[in-house]
């Protein structure tokens, strides 16, 4: 049977019956609209919608009175989807003939809540069931013959109200105005979903598919200029004769997950997989199916991974769930395998479909798309909070302008939590699916999270370090062959750092992880000290020595602190070519001297804002530190301050784009 089909027996069937005696019982005058009529109905009946709109509107277009062809032109709008357009055919009838049909009244009702009409929508709602006081009868040959669709609408009559009520809160609930197509390089007449995208938001990945009968392709599109670049598909060697479907990145930029249909080592009909990326050149190499137990016999697909790379959610159909696809996660085990996937409940999963689950950056919003749970057309994006008690939340819908009447999918928010993203088959796009943005004011549902990129290296050499970092409340962390590690902190909080490695001083230290955009990483380096250094330099951790004798002497050495300030230029952390000479000078004058400890400070004016000042700071420190370095003059701590230590005022700005260095000598 066609859509418009069974479209027609489920919600029509007083009318196709008061339609066929239309056509016997019409005056002569009117016989041609009737032929009109029943020429639209041969033709929807086929499926034929275009041309059986053309016959109904002639039909109507000739007899303004014929309000059954008036009916059948809403309906076949409402099956083209142009909603506005149905509801305008279905209240003209109401409004020539109140009692036409009773029915009718809550199908008006369902159109002004999918074009977002909700006060309208309650008002018909509750009309409808009013006029279940009056007689069956008031409603002529249709009362009888839609009193069992009459009962269904009935029973859904509370639920809909609700959901108008849910809606008009939900509207509220983003504070967003407008949604804005991503553009015709992306988006074409195909189905184009599952955005994802790197930090910076110059690579975006994406799901294609042209129709309904060939296989999902992962695309690609790199911003250049301000402008994403025409799309194509990831090569060499990705994309297949069967799915590749939605791709989630790794907050640390290097890996990505997607899903895998039809290959060999597919243990089910679709499965999680996972790969390296190269963003530079969008190389992804290295594919492999995950280890351990998210993957099964059954439907595995659509995952994303927390920040820290510990906990994946994904979509399936496997046994235990509540009813049709679920949503489920796991968490890494000890040896890096994925441990046994749990059922994320019945407040998140209904017996419809529950897909395309998006973590964000702190672990504890979740969003995803549901044809279960109220909504507001097809299937709507939805989000949820984990409580104080580590449960989830009942879902709440994100309301217009995001969700609409149509079907939206895959939501994604950018790393710094500010720009939404998501797929949608709403009108006006280019064909099919179509991927959509917004833009907040502020982060979104989530506590500022910032992605912190370190590096271990030999403080002498430069070179990387494989170390395992011990991390107060995270435990142990190991580098990568880069040194390299990554984290995700709560903004505002501080990381407590250790590190012991053969051959090098024991290192302990304390950063302080300011919010960040995450556009870039924030970046932090621990700098090991070798054990084999001069005589006369003090261990990265020891201590200011107290006042030491001197054998055969009654003189003790005392301590002596011997500063210099190096001056930056505005906005700049390169050291000046005239602050080098005067540094070179004092780095002259502690030859030869018993080098206590070294500690370097950084400042910046009060022009610009504070995380910005910070990393200028920063970046002033590191140059002076690497200075000292290159010239034998070796630094224990770095600390940093991300503006000068009094208020900067037009004349004392330039003083406090500086560095100062202390340095403690033993005389």
């Excluded at 069956?136 to 839609?146: A, K, N």
């Amino acid at each position: 049977m066609t859509d418009a089909k069974t479209f027609l027996y489920k919600r029509l069937p007083g009318l196709m019956i008061a339609a066929l005696l239309l056509m016997y019982n019409a005056p002569a005058f009117a016989q041609s609209a009737v032929e009109w009529m029943r020429s639209g109905e041969t033709a929807l009946m086929e499926g034929k919608l275009p041309k059986a709109l053309r016959a109904f509107e002639r039909a109507v277009e000739l007899d303004s009175n014929l309000l059954t062809a008036r009916r059948f032109t809403g309906v076949c709008y409402e099956l083209m989807k142009n909603y506005p357009k149905a509801l305008d055919h279905y209240i003209a009838v109401l409004e020539k003939d109140s009692l036409f049909s009773r029915g009718l009244y809550y199908q008006v009702g369902e159109l002004c809540y999918k074009t977002a009409n909700y006060v309208l929508a309650v008002q018909y709602f509750e009309r409808f069931q009013e006029l279940q006081k009056r007689p069956v009868v008031s409603f002529g040959l249709r009362g009888d013959r839609e009193l069992y669709e009459e009962t269904g609408y009935l029973l859904k009559t509370p639920q809909a109200i609700r959901a108008c009520h849910i809606a008009m809160d939900s509207i509220k609930l983003l504070n967003v105005t407008t949604v804005m197509n991503i553009g015709g390089h992306i988006n074409t007449k195909a189905d184009e979903y599952f955005p994802s995208l790197t930090n910076d938001r110059s690579l975006l990945l994406y799901t294609r598919r042209l129709n309904k009968n060939a296989d999902e392709d992962l695309f690609f599109s790199q911003m250049t200029d301000g402008k994403w670049q025409p799309g194509g598909p990831v090569v060499p060697n990705f994309n297949s004769d069967f799915h590749e479907g939605m791709s989630s990145l790794v907050r640390s930029g290097r890996h990505v997950f997607f899903t895998a249909c039809g290959r060999e080592q597919v243990a089910g009909p679709c499965d999680i997989w996972e790969a390296e990326l190269n963003p530079a050149s969008v190389e992804i190499t290295n594919l492999k199916p995950v280890q351990g137990l998210v993957n099964s016999d059954r439907w595995e697909s659509q995952v994303s991974v927390s920040c820290d790379g510990n906990t994946i959610y994904f979509a399936s159909n496997r046994s235990g769930g509540v009813g049709g696809t679920d949503l489920w996660f796991s968490e890494r085990m000890d040896n890096g395998d994925w441990g046994p996937p749990q059922n994320l409940g019945v407040k998140i999963n209904t017996t419809a479909d529950e897909e395309a689950p998006f973590i964000t950056n702190d672990g504890r919003t979740l969003y995803f798309s549901s044809t279960g749970h109220t909504g507001m057309g097809e299937q709507d994006i939805f989000v949820s909070w984990k409580d104080a008690n580590g449960q989830w939340t009942s879902p709440v819908n994100l309301g217009q302008p995001v969700n609409s009447a149509y079907r939206e999918l895959g939501f994604f928010l950018s790393a710094d939590g500010q720009t939404g993203y998501f797929a949608s088959d709403r009108p006006n796009g280019f064909g099919g699916m179509d991927i959509y943005f917004f833009h907040l004011s502020e982060q979104l549902y989530s506590d500022p999270v910032t992605l912190v990129e370190g590096f271990v290296k030999d403080s002498i050499l430069g070179i990387p370090l494989q170390v395992a970092l011990q991390i107060e409340g995270r435990g142990t962390v190991q580098t990568d062959r880069e040194g390299r590690f990554f984290l995700c902190v709560k903004a505002g909080d501080v990381l407590d750092i250790q590190a012991q490695r053969r051959f090098y001083h024991p290192y302990h230290w304390q950063f302080p992880i300011p919010g960040w955009d995450n556009r870039s990483f924030y970046t932090i380096d621990v700098m090991l000290q070798p054990i084999s250094v001069p005589e006369n330099v003090a261990p990265s951790t020891a201590a200011v020595p107290d006042p030491v004798v001197v054998p055969g002497s009654s003189r003790q050495k005392m301590r002596r602190e011997i500063t210099h300030s190096v001056y930056f230029d505005f906005d700049k952390s390169t050291i000046a070519a005239e602050s080098v000479y005067p540094l070179n000078e004092f780095i002259q004058s502690l030859k030869n001297k018993e080098i206590a400890k070294v500690n370097i400070v950084g400042f910046a004016d009060d022009i610009g804002a504070d995380v910005y000042n910070l990393k200028l700071s920063e970046e002033r420190a590191k140059q002076v530190a690497l200075f000292l370095i290159g010239n034998h003059i070796f630094v224990d701590q770095i600390f940093i301050e991300g503006k000068g230590s009094v208020r900067s005022t037009a004349g004392a700005r330039e003083k406090n784009r500086r560095v100062d260095v202390r340095v403690t000598v033993m005389e």
